[in-house]
């Protein structure tokens, strides 16, 4: 039996050893992954709707009646001159009749007999590829000869901004803080096990032994316990999210917020859960054995 062998073969065993301790570590551990895998999936769908309302504002630039077809194309590629622009679509004025429709469906009546009146301006609908910068190109396409109004809903893009920052801020915070109580519950139920090694630990040391030769088998049995918490841990959350997504996605509970497919984002929960259960495991043993090490 290779070293590298009876280490690892001595770092399972001490989960057998440990019983009970190894148990209530990994229900505390996958508690723990459970709760921070919550932030994490409202996370990304909280930055999934921000994406999608991102891309769906934009502004709209009426046009002077009295534009000519090369009027129109001239303002076009003025309009595709402004640094951001990512979009144009041109509203003619019977497509403006049928928009303002659809924005009175079930009231229509109220547009009755205005289909031929011509009272509805063409324009364009600009799209933009960063709306924190809106003001600024709002600005620019009213300089456009032939465009005499810009509208555009800048509340619900200040509000989509202030959204992001306080949701991405907010869950970072509580993720870090999750993490950092994760390996402290870890790293001080592991010191249990440590201690009661303690005179095994002193007398490998007094024989000569070295640290990394006493540390491999507790970083083997902090890593086991890490990895199989994060697999449990993930089949839990799966399928919870499934069931919550095929219950509540499209439903008027949730309004205009949408829930990810869960084959969006399941490889990144896993990844995350994989490289957190093996990172509290490892490390909170590698700082359990410090003092013993030490002495």
Same mark, same amino acid.
């Given at each position: 039996m290779?070293t590298?062998?009876?280490?690892?073969?001595?770092?399972?065993?001490?989960?057998? &050893?440990?019983?009970? %301790?190894t148990?209530?570590?990994?229900?505390?551990?996958?508690?723990?992954?459970?709760?921070l895998?919550?932030?994490?999936?409202?996370?990304?769908?909280?930055n $999934?709707?921000?994406?999608?309302?991102?891309?769906?504002?934009?502004?709209?630039a009426?046009?002077?009646? %009295?534009?000519?077809?090369?009027?129109?194309?001239?303002?076009?590629?003025? +309009?595709?001159?402004?640094?951001g622009?990512?979009?144009?679509?041109?509203?003619? &004025?019977?497509?403006?009749?049928?928009?303002?429709?659809n924005?009175?469906k079930?009231?229509?009546?109220?547009?009755?007999?205005?289909?031929? +009146?011509d009272?509805?301006?063409?324009?364009?609908?600009v799209k933009?590829n960063?709306?924190? #910068?809106?003001?600024?190109?709002?600005?620019?396409?009213?300089? =456009?000869?032939?465009?005499? &109004?810009v509208?555009?809903?800048?509340?619900?893009?200040?509000?989509?901004?202030?959204? $992001?920052?306080?949701?991405?801020?907010?869950?970072?915070?509580?993720?870090i803080?999750?993490?950092?109580?994760?390996?402290?519950?870890?790293?001080?139920?592991?010191k249990?096990?440590?201690?009661?090694?303690?005179? #095994?630990?002193?007398?490998?040391?007094? =024989?000569?032994?070295?640290?990394?030769?006493?540390?491999?088998?507790f970083?083997?049995?902090g890593?086991?316990?890490?990895?199989?918490?994060?697999?449990?841990?993930?089949?839990?959350? !799966?399928?919870?999210?499934?069931?919550i997504?095929?219950?509540?996605?499209?439903?008027?509970?949730?309004?205009?917020? &949408? +829930?990810?497919?869960? $084959?969006?984002?399941?490889?990144?929960?896993? *990844?995350?859960?994989i490289?957190? *259960?093996l990172?509290? *495991?490892?490390?909170g043993?590698?700082? !359990? +054995?410090?003092?013993?090490l030490?002495?």
């Open positions: 290779t590298n062998t009876y280490l690892i073969k001595e770092g399972y065993d001490n989960l057998n &050893k440990h019983g009970s %301790k148990i209530s570590t990994m229900l505390i551990i996958c508690a723990t992954m459970l709760i895998g919550i932030f994490i999936m409202i996370l990304q769908n909280v $999934s709707n921000v994406k999608t309302l991102r891309l769906e504002q934009g502004l709209q009426f046009i002077d009646d %009295k534009a000519t077809d090369e009027d129109i194309s001239y303002m076009e590629d003025e +309009l595709w001159l402004v640094d622009v990512s979009q144009i679509d041109y509203m003619t &004025k019977a497509e403006a009749y049928e928009d303002a429709k924005q009175f079930g009231q229509d009546y109220f547009l009755e007999g205005l289909e031929n +009146l009272i509805f301006p063409a324009s364009f609908i933009f960063n709306i924190e #910068e809106a003001d600024r190109i709002k600005t620019e396409v009213e300089k =456009i000869d032939g465009i005499y &109004k509208k555009y809903n800048e509340d619900t893009i200040n509000s989509v901004v202030s959204i $992001s920052k306080i949701a991405n801020g907010f869950l970072l915070g509580v993720g803080v999750l993490l950092v109580v994760s390996v402290f519950i870890i790293s001080n139920t592991i249990l096990a440590v201690y009661s090694n303690k005179r #095994e630990i002193f007398i490998m040391r007094y =024989i000569g032994a070295t640290n990394s030769f006493i540390v491999k088998p970083i083997v049995e890593a086991i316990m890490g990895l199989v918490s994060a697999l449990i841990s993930f089949v839990i959350i !799966s399928i919870v999210y499934i069931y997504y095929a219950g509540l996605n499209n439903s008027l509970a949730l309004g205009v917020f &949408k +829930l990810m497919p869960y $084959s969006a984002m399941w490889y990144q929960i896993l *990844g995350a859960y490289i957190l *259960g990172f509290i *495991g490892i490390f043993s590698a700082v !359990s +054995l410090k003092k013993y030490t002495a």
